[in-house]
């Protein structure tokens, strides 16, 4: 089963707001990422979370983690029509695996 | 600089077939992986390479089969393809040697088993 789950798995918001996406996993982790895939394309890292981690910013990203509850989520501020993709978490385990959750799909209404 | 490169981009095979999926990455990455994306399923992570010389099952191993060549390469073998296996395939590579080590994607291998 997939480790990671996004929520929720499709959102529509006006440009300029901001969107926020949540990911729960399931077992302990070295660390929890997000990427961004565009329709047809393969996908691209965006941030990166150490577990030790509760908050980390990058541009318009902002992303916190919670180890007690499992649970990770990106806040997208101002949003543009070029946010329009589908967002994936992905964590890695000791083992070194890395499992995705099976996405947000964002949509930014002109 | 390629980064990671993936061939075939489009592949359509018949029920029992075979075909290889080619990967190859120049950014010299430790780790390598294969994962399949079906519609609304995200990805599912096939089989993956820690290293040169090693192979480790993911979620969906059945049906797969995979070969790290060399540190550049790793390939996935379907030996009798099935239409379950029709889907976007992707492999990504990983450096291991420092902190923020993210994946790196290919851009896709789109198969269709009839």
């Known amino acids: 089963s997939q480790q990671g789950e996004e929520d929720p798995q499709a959102l529509s918001i006006q440009e300029g707001e901001n969107a926020t996406m949540n990911c729960s996993y399931k077992?302990?982790?070295?660390?929890l990422q997000w990427y961004r895939q565009n329709s047809g394309r393969g996908l691209v890292h965006l941030i990166l979370i150490r577990s030790n981690e509760r908050e980390k910013h990058s541009g318009r990203l902002r992303v916190t983690l919670d180890t007690s509850k499992k649970s990770s989520s990106l806040l997208i501020t101002a949003s543009r029509a070029a946010d329009t993709a589908s967002y994936f978490c992905?964590?890695?385990?000791?083992?070194?695996?890395?499992?995705f959750g099976k996405g947000t799909r964002l949509h930014i209404l002109p | 600089n390629a980064g990671v490169t993936q061939t075939p981009k489009f592949q359509v095979l018949k029920t029992g077939q075979s075909m290889t999926l080619q990967c190859a990455q120049d950014?010299?990455?430790?780790?390598m992986y294969w994962y399949r994306q079906d519609p609304g399923m995200g990805l599912r992570l096939i089989y993956y390479s820690a290293s040169e010389g090693t192979t480790d099952k993911g979620e969906v191993p059945n049906g797969y089969n995979v070969s790290r060549l060399n540190k550049r390469e790793f390939s996935l073998r379907l030996e009798s393809a099935a239409p379950s296996q029709t889907s976007v395939y992707f492999c990504a590579s990983r450096w291991t040697g420092g902190a923020a080590n993210v994946l790196t994607f290919g851009a896709g291998s789109r198969l269709t088993v009839l």
């Open positions: 950014m010299n990455h430790n780790s």
């Open positions: 077992t302990s982790i070295n660390n």
């Open positions: 992905a964590t890695r385990n000791r083992d070194d695996k890395i499992i």
